[in-house]
């Protein structure tokens, strides 16, 4: 299809506001009330945004089931590259969702709180104390990814609710939510040894984020 004709009947205005808050929030999601909108225009003209992004160099990726539309490269351009405690707490995120989530239903939010985060950090043993301005630190770093929001005001009180998103599932690639169990175990037991680096095919995954 040319490229004219797949822009042809595309709000421009619109087009260009959804296209930005992709690029700068990394993930848009349709049970988020105030990115809703911006999902479902997303899946309205799919064939313009994926031919958009894929000129800067993204591939633009939609699961619907979860409600998740996200951009992925291979060339690392585009990447946040976080921090070592940044990566630690993110895999504890993807860990702690992949088991609520197995005990919820699909429509029910999963809402942990921070004591809980504080928990499986202790469990690696690590010779780092999780601090809390690291936490605040990371934290806005996820929120402004759309991959939690807090329900309440401070990240740093163990008592603190955070929801996380399904976004949370696609910040690092696995195959399935079994092999992501399994990988975030296998990796954060890496770091209670001392081992900096994952060691694992999806690596640069893992250490750096999309900065969509």
Not at 97 to 116: F, G, N, P
Not at 148 to 175: C, E, G, H, M, Q
Not at 178 to 191: G, P, T
Request: negative net charge; hydrophobic residues 40%.
């Amino acid at each position: 299809m040319e490229i004219a004709n797949v822009f042809a009947a595309v709000p421009r205005d619109r087009f260009r506001s959804v296209a930005n808050r992709l690029l700068g929030e990394c993930f848009i999601l349709k049970r988020v009330k105030d990115t809703a909108p911006d999902y479902n225009f997303i899946l309205n003209y799919r064939e313009a945004f994926a031919e958009f992004f894929d000129i800067l160099g993204y591939e633009l990726k939609i699961d619907e089931q979860n409600g998740v539309v996200g951009l992925y490269t291979s060339s690392g351009v585009g990447r946040i590259h976080l921090k070592k405690i940044e990566s630690i707490l993110l895999l504890i995120l993807r860990l702690l969702y992949i088991e609520k989530r197995r005990q919820l239903s699909q429509t029910d939010d999963v809402i942990i709180i921070a004591d809980e985060i504080y928990d499986k950090y202790n469990m690696l043993r690590l010779n780092t104390k999780l601090d809390k301005t690291s936490m605040r630190n990371a934290f806005g770093l996820f929120r402004r990814c759309r991959l939690i929001a807090k329900l309440d005001w401070d990240a740093a009180n163990p008592d603190t609710r955070i929801i996380i998103y399904p976004s949370i599932l696609f910040a690092v690639t696995t195959a399935s939510l079994d092999e992501m169990y399994q990988s975030a175990n296998d990796k954060l037991a890496k770091y209670s040894v001392g081992d900096d680096t994952f060691g694992t095919t999806d690596a640069a995954n893992d250490e750096e984020a999309d900065e969509n």
